[in-house]
């Protein structure tokens, strides 16, 4: 299907967040933000015919485009900066499972079965043990994993509620990506933040921007709108390990069983919840 194509390169294009923010990771988050979605937002140009006035939608639908795009990235960098970051990341990636276990508040008729909560829970163990794979939990309880839940409330709530705003253009996206990425650096600035990039800067940017704050949110809204939420939901249970496998690549690290373990997890959770219809 297409919204499943569509949804694997949202994916992808997600995982590769961690390995370009790695190149990053000197410059402030909130500005990082700002300047990738605002390239990202570049994308729906040629799809809108190059008229913002085809980006146009209702002031609901922008506020929750921003709410979606600016609210997630800032709960997650404010959980990422004040708690320990793959702790932090892990309850980040609770998202997935909120979209398989929150579908039915948002969608008429979608419920949940057996066969989608084990899916959902054995995609979640996966997910857990990909992002945890050679660390060690320290046990210690910080404000920022609260950020961190928060953040995959949003982009899960986001996600369902895409399918409960009416039809609006895809090319709208770039608008949320706009306002988001203005918002961004206006919190960024307010906060007396300054940076001076390089040459080098600005192309990681522009990469971060077209893949995974620009292109991911363009194929994840066709996704969602075109496909089963609850299916592209446990497909997105993948971005952790694929995440996972990029850094390993980056640093040159071997691949350990317990990722070989998340990777059996996550795709047999995929597939035992890909029939959710059945």
Known sequence: MRSDLAAFGAV???????????????????????????IGSM?????????????????TVLAFGVYGLFGYHVALF??????????????????????????????????????????GLAGFAG??????????LTGAFEPGYLWAALAAVIWSTYSLGTKRLGNFPTAAVGLFGIAAGLLSLALFFATGGTAELTLSDWIWLAALGLGPLGGSFFLWDYALKSGDAQRIGLI????????????????????????????????GGAALGAKVNN
């Open 127 to 136: 997910a857990a043990l990909a992002i945890l794979s050679g660390t060690q």
């Open 236 to 267: 997105a249970f993948l971005t952790p390990l694929l995440s996972t496998l990029m850094l390993l690549i980056f640093t040159g690290s071997p691949i350990s069983p317990l990722l070989l373990l998340a990777a059996a997890l996550i795709i």
């Open 12 to 38: 992808f294009l997600w995982a590769s967040l961690a390995t370009l923010g790695a190149a990053l990771d000197h410059l402030p988050p909130l500005l990082i933000t700002g300047i990738a979605l605002l």
């Open 43 to 59: 994308i729906a140009l040629p799809l809108a015919g190059f008229r913002l006035r085809n980006m146009k939608v209702r002031p």
């Open 78 to 119: 404010a959980g990422l900066q004040s708690a320990p970051a793959v702790q932090a990341n892990l309850v980040n990636y609770l998202w997935p499972l909120l979209i398989v276990l929150l579908a039915p508040l948002f969608i008429p008729g979608a419920r949940l079965t057996p066969r989608l909560v084990a899916g």
